[in-house]
């Protein structure tokens, strides 16, 4: 036993000995002659530890991500050799594979598209253009795989891995994937936009999307199916159905047994809440928080999501996992530092409230957060409020009589 841990430790120091050698630019080939064996060897395990290595060693997600490729491409072989169980269908982890089979069938048939264009004058890149937009307007359905493993996979992979901010980089290598699509949309909707350019921007999109679809299934998943045990996923593929299933026909939802509604998810709340102002039951109290057309999140004292509200048409995208997650580790790497230095204006008392309002979707959004104090003037946490305010910025005048019109 002794002996497997130490040549696992050595294979990893061998590994991440590379990995820093390929991203300080030495001599590739050399690098792989000289660790050889540990690239042979190597497992996805092996591959999370030394990234949260490289993290621990203050090396940037940013920077990770700059030369992740070149890392990849070495262990390829390798992590594409690996054995590992492959989940039942009908369960959660079956369904983020199956997705990631019709998106890559989808973005395998617009790459026979563009195969198909030989010369690129300026008026067959306008006929390219007109076939190419609604294609590309469809992959934003996939947004919902993405959103799914941020909100859902994440947080419990989180509860039993060591490793597991290699997370936050995927995480941001969504939201570069998101950024290139709506670049590549709105080059296409460009009428004076050049073929050279959207080669460009094309292939990045490309690169971004079949890395992360490599990156999941020879990386997170096989360890995360190693690791996660059964009524954990359970509990996932019960909370994915709050998302779409993109490009591929929705599962058939687990049943639900009496001692296993999804409210048990999460801390019961016993009793009545009392104060000077009224009484109300814990079922009235969350049927208020529903019905409000704001978004709630609740996080306390020690950075930890308490809850959130379940209105209509949420506009952030929330799952019971995040209940009881770092409210650090609910935001991409490159927005956390916003994130704490609010909670700590507010926790030095420097600070009540913060605001911010951003065009999401066409909508224009409102998003402010409340600090929570008590009677004494405590710090105990921190309250989110999202609204979309489109319709109210364009209020003018009074409305005094009731119109449902």
């Known amino acids: 036993m002794s002996e497997f841990i130490n040549n696992s430790e050595k294979r990893l120091s061998d590994l991440l000995a590379l990995s820093l050698g390929i991203m300080n630019g030495e001599d590739g080939k050399a690098l792989i002659e000289k660790y050889r064996d540990a690239i042979d060897h190597m497992t996805p395990h092996d591959m999370l530890k030394m990234e949260e290595k490289q993290l621990?060693?203050?090396?940037?997600?940013?920077?990770?991500?700059?030369?992740?490729?070149?890392?990849?491409?070495?262990?390829?072989?390798?992590?594409?050799?690996?054995l590992w169980k492959k989940p039942s269908e009908g369960t959660f982890l079956y369904t983020l594979m199956l997705e990631n089979e019709a998106f890559t069938f989808r973005l395998n048939r617009v790459k026979k598209i563009l195969k198909g264009y030989r010369g690129m004058e300026t008026e067959e890149f306008k006929r390219m253009k007109t076939e190419l937009l609604p294609r590309f307007r469809e992959f934003q359905a996939f947004e919902a795989h993405y959103v799914k493993k941020e909100n859902i996979l994440f947080p419990y992979l989180e509860e039993v891995w060591e490793y597991y901010r290699p997370l936050q980089v995927m995480w941001s290598l969504h939201d570069d994937i998101r950024r290139t699509l709506k670049e590549v949309i709105a080059m296409l909707e460009d009428d004076t936009s050049q073929w050279s350019d959207f080669n460009r921007l094309l292939g990045r999109y490309y690169s971004l999307v079949f890395r992360m679809i490599q990156k999941e299934d020879s990386i997170i998943f096989p360890v995360a199916s190693e690791t996660v045990n059964e009524p954990a996923w359970h509990e996932m593929m019960l909370q994915s159905f709050d998302y779409p299933f993109p490009f591929i026909d929705p599962p058939q939802k687990p049943v639900v047994h009496a001692t296993e509604t999804e409210s048990q998810l999460l801390p019961e709340i016993p009793g009545s809440i009392v104060s000077e102002t009224g009484r109300m039951t814990a079922e009235q109290a969350l049927l208020v928080f529903n019905s409000l057309p704001v978004d709630i999140t609740v996080v306390d004292e020690h950075d930890k999501v308490l809850y959130f509200n379940r209105g209509e048409d949420r506009l952030f995208p929330r799952s019971p996992a995040i209940v009881g997650r770092r409210v650090q580790n609910c935001h991409p790497p490159e927005s956390v530092h916003v994130v704490e230095q609010i909670i700590e204006a507010f926790r030095n008392g420097e600070r009540d409230h913060a605001d911010f309002w951003i065009t999401m979707r066409g909508r224009f959004v409102l998003i402010r957060y409340f600090a929570l104090r008590n009677v004494d003037g405590s710090y105990k946490g921190v309250v989110e409020v999202s609204q979309d305010v489109t319709e109210i910025r364009e209020l003018t005048g009074e409305r005094r009589l009731l119109n449902w019109e």
């Open 56 to 82: 621990q060693m203050g090396i940037t997600p940013g920077e990770i991500k700059q030369e992740v490729e070149k890392v990849i491409n070495v262990f390829t072989k390798s992590l594409n050799s690996y």
